[in-house]
């Protein structure tokens, strides 16, 4: 029987909290226990619908109802608040302008031109496997995060828009910001390093331009007029900041996931080829993302039994859909074998990853070199506590001291 809550409970309850910090995991399976649609409050108090069955998230990210458009909000949901020269990208527009916008970025994460970044990817990869090396020779133990999985994705998404190599980290550290600000003053005053920056680099490129994507966006709209200044630096803004963050977070889990499970590293060591198995399982298991992008019912619509006003903030939880028995059996267990690999930390339906062929090829080389290179990688400090980042948006490690043992 469908039952429709009010959108007016006084009291709602508040699922991301401590707990939610320390394990994530253990939450969701109380709220999936409970039923897959529950009304709860954000931690600023906002009122949401949190998706947490594996059936109902994947059919929702497919449901033309359910608008990621926020002026079908009825409750003035406004997000990060992002000024519309970094508002306009794929993440905030429906049909039909998703789909122009989407051609055109398209053409720079085509299987075959992912392939041609092998070599340069592989580079990258060696280089830093031997840089991680060198510091723990020195000092005993590195931090994986900072001196491995960050560097990699920001150098590989920065070659793709020519971005040059001092301002590298800068960017980095301010999508680091927005995504876990110290506070709302921290929060605008990375937006407004990132607007600027952009606006800058995207002046720059015009006046000389190159053989990069950015290059290539800024002819379509100074030569073809196929999109708007607003959407030409939202996209530099989307492919600069979500793809680089990504995969960064699930390079320092998945490590930290390998060293926890020694028999299915050994596995890896005698069978490379399996790699690309725990790249998909690893991205089901650790995928940083808790939630899918909020969407909009344009419509009264009806989830997991549950009726659903028209312009109420819907949250998919994509973290409680990765751990659902009802889809994965035993989903608590890291099992390279899995034979489900149909995960969603890359997304479904119209808003699928264009990057998850690079963020995928990035992945198999990184976890590759350190199983090969680094076969007695070890937690430096096994007893301590490690540090996570946690919000309900996304979960990713803050640091990762390893060591090798002789």
Known sequence: MTRTPTSQDVTLPQPFGEAFSRDPHAVYAGLRAEGSVHRVALPDGSPVWLVTHEADVR????????????????????????????????????????LRLRRLVAQGFTPRHVESLRAGIGAAVDALVARLTAEIASGGEADLVAGFAKPLPVRVIAALLDIPAADQERFSGWVATMLSPRSREALVEALGDVHRFLVDLVALRRAA?????????????????????????????????????????????????????????????????????????????????????????????????????????????????????????????????????AHLALGHGMHYCLGAPLARLQLTLALGALVERLPNLRLARPGDPLRWNSTFRFRALQDLPVTTLP
Request: proline share 8%; aromatic share 4%; hydrophobic share 40%.
């Open 59 to 98: 059919a929702g990210l497919t449901d033309q109802r359910l608008s990621v458009n926020k002026r079908h909000s009825s409750t003035g949901f406004s997000g990060f608040s992002l000024p519309p020269a970094l508002d306009r990208n794929l993440l905030n527009i429906d049909p039909d302008d998703h």
């Open 209 to 341: 331009p190159g053989d990069d994507m950015l290059s290539s966006l800024i002819a379509a709209r100074d030569e073809e007029d196929r999109l708007t200044e607003d959407e030409l630096v939202s996209l530099a803004f989307l492919i600069l900041g979500a793809a680089g963050e990504n995969v960064q977070h699930v390079i320092s889990a998945g490590a930290l996931t390998l060293i926890e499970h020694p028999e299915q590293l050994a596995e890896l060591r005698a069978r490379p080829a399996r790699t690309a198995d725990a790249v998909e399982e690893l991205l089901r298991y650790t995928s940083p993302n808790q939630t899918a992008i909020r969407r909009f019912p344009t419509e009264p619509v009806e989830i997991g039994g549950v009726r659903i006003p028209a312009g109420d903030t819907v949250l998919f939880a994509l973290a409680s859909a990765h751990r659902d028995p009802a889809r994965y059996p035993d989903p608590d267990r890291f099992d390279i074998h899995r034979a489900d690999k």
